[in-house]
């Protein structure tokens, strides 16, 4: 069962960090549920040649497959389809900018049946190097197209109530929320002076620790120290806005405010890492419920006057 695990080839030079930093959590929930390429087939059923792509970098899983990972390894499903959204986002750019890992075809996987059962054929693997630093900006992403490696013979290994990603849609919203967000940013009703990159109320400090663009440290759970400033509203020391419109998918400083205010209004949305991922929607869903406002899992000005009550 542990033959064909590490050591493991070293990813392309040219991969994404987005687009990296999946892999290697792929490759570690792999070595650490001691599950063979083989095995992972079976219980997928995506084939063994195709998990030997996803975990050498040189394709994107389908997001299905990431599911059917995570239920295989008994890993945080949630967490592994934010890191995929990311990656997704980066794979889709103008040019590849993924680098090496392109899209993946259809989002069903294959028979098992298809899987290669010698588990022997598989290629021998080096050592891949220390992971460099990750980082995930906002994405705004055009969609490439590719005929599809392999075509899909069933719908099996799919986890059920996913919500389907279209990618140009997805690209289009997420470019929209850019240029909605600068706009309201430094409109000309906004008093108050810039600093580090946003705008500071006049008379208040700056409350962005780190005064710089925002960068996304897997696994950093941000601190929520709230407090009331004086203006009476509450803010968590990440960013003072109340209008910029931020949803799934997004990732800067207002999303570790929201979830810090989310926290501290009993509605926690798991780690305040600045990734608006599932669990952060459903958050937001269930304070815009609670608060009698329009229900769509988006932060807006209404869900933010809420917040900062």
């Known amino acids: 069962m542990w033959g064909d695990m590490s050591p493991w080839k070293q990813l392309p030079h040219s991969l994404d960090p987005r687009a990296r930093h999946l892999v290697v959590q792929l490759r570690r929930l792999k070595d650490h549920s001691g599950l063979s390429l083989q095995a992972l087939a079976s219980r997928t059923g ?31 499903a949630e967490r592994l389809l934010a890191l995929h959204e ?23 996987p294959r028979n098992p049946e298809s899987a290669e059962s010698a588990e022997s054929a598989e290629p021998t693997e080096q050592a891949e190097p220390a992971e460099p630093t990750e980082q995930a900006g906002q994405a705004g992403a055009a969609s490439t197209s590719g005929k599809p490696e392999e075509e899909p013979e069933n719908g099996g290994g799919g986890r059920s109530g996913l919500r389907p990603w279209v990618t140009a849609s997805v690209a289009a919203a997420v470019t929209a929320v850019v240029v909605l967000t600068v706009l309201l940013v430094t409109a000309p009703g906004n008093k108050g002076e810039e600093r580090g990159g946003r705008v500071v109320a006049a008379g208040s400090p700056v409350t962005d620790p780190e005064q710089k663009p925002f960068v ?29 419109l931020i949803g799934k998918g997004s990732t800067q400083w207002a999303v570790v405010e929201a979830q810090c205010l989310l926290r501290h209004h009993g509605f926690p949305p798991g780690l ?31 869900t933010w006057g809420v917040l900062r009550k």
Not at 238 to 243: G, N, P
Not at 275 to 302: M, N, P, W
């Open 86 to 108: 990311l990656a997704a986002a980066a794979t889709d750019g103008p040019g590849g900018p993924g680098g090496g890992a392109r899209r993946e075809g259809p989002d069903q």
């Open 272 to 302: 305040a890492d600045g990734i608006f991922g599932s669990r952060t929607e459903r958050a937001v869903k269930r304070l815009q419920r609670d608060a009698h406002i329009v229900v769509d899992g988006v932060v807006g000005e209404d």
């Open 216 to 244: 996304f440290r897997p696994g950093k759970d941000y601190p929520c120290a709230v407090h009331r400033d004086d203006d009476g509203l509450l803010y968590a020391g990440y960013s003072r806005t109340r209008t910029a």
């Open 46 to 76: 995506y084939s063994r040649s195709s998990w030997d792509r996803y975990l050498n970098g040189r394709a994107l899983p389908p997001q299905r497959a990431v599911a059917a990972f995570a239920r295989a390894c008994a890993a945080d």
